[in-house]
């Protein structure tokens, strides 16, 4: 079993940033792939940004050029970047990660943006 810890949600003016964490009870080695996604009421949970076992990342088209993945093994957590937040970005953002294809889900952390 893999407990998924998130922080760093909050409430942020459009145009400002916000860094979410996800903390990884156990060694992040195995984790063969680590994403954050989102889901905003009404609305399907959508991947936001994924980093690979060996480090490649995708991102959503809507926030290519504003938000960094990154994943930080010695601390085993990953983070997410958000720079120029948007009203459109309000969501529950939830940690993800995928082990000897099972998946896992953080509680989620939620991130409201203001105009």
């Known amino acids: 079993q893999v407990q998924l810890v998130e922080s760093g949600g909050g409430l942020v003016q459009a145009g400002g940033s916000l860094r979410l964490s996800c903390a990884a009870l156990r060694n992040i080695f195995g984790i063969s792939y680590f994403g954050w996604y989102r889901q905003s009421p009404g609305k399907q949970r959508e991947l936001v940004a994924g980093i690979s076992g060996v480090g490649s990342t995708n991102y959503a088209d809507s926030v290519k050029g504003r938000f960094t993945i990154s994943r930080d093994n010695a601390k085993n957590t990953l983070y997410l970047q958000m720079n120029s937040l948007k009203p459109e970005d309000t969501a529950v953002y939830s940690c993800?990660?995928?082990?000897?294809?099972?998946?896992?889900w953080g509680q989620g952390t939620q991130v409201t943006v203001s105009s």
């Open positions: 993800y990660a995928l082990i000897s294809a099972t998946n896992y």
